[in-house]
């Protein structure tokens, strides 16, 4: 079972929050960017863009921040934070 935890943050409080769960035997990537899509999907948002940091961050620690430089549209929070909370 794979679970990616999103969550929305302003002013230092969490405003929102899901967990996606994903039990296909599909890699690891196309389940995160397919979270992801569903996040984007229930918070009404437009997909991010990983940027070369963002990426990284992602490798490193399993989590990453979206904040506005990751957005085209302007968007109404500080960050939306994604963090893989369970792997098969």
């Known amino acids: 079972m794979f679970r990616l935890w999103a969550r929305i943050f302003q002013d230092n409080r969490m405003l929102n929050d899901t ?18 899509e569903e996040v ?3 918070f009404d948002l437009g997909k991010p ?8 961050d992602f490798k490193k620690h399993g ?3 979206f ?17 893989v909370i369970e792997e098969d």
Not at 19 to 36: E, G, M, S, Y
Not at 49 to 56: K, N
Not at 75 to 82: A, M, V
Request: aromatic share 12%; glycine share 0%; charged share 30%.
């Open 19 to 36: 967990v996606i769960c994903d039990d296909t035997q599909d890699t690891r990537t196309h389940k995160v960017f397919r979270a992801l």
């Open 40 to 42: 984007c999907y229930q």
């Open 49 to 56: 863009i990983w940027l070369d940091v963002t990426v990284a």
């Open 63 to 65: 989590k990453a921040r």
């Open 67 to 83: 904040t506005s430089d990751n957005f085209i549209e302007a968007i109404d929070f500080d960050y939306l934070e994604i963090q």
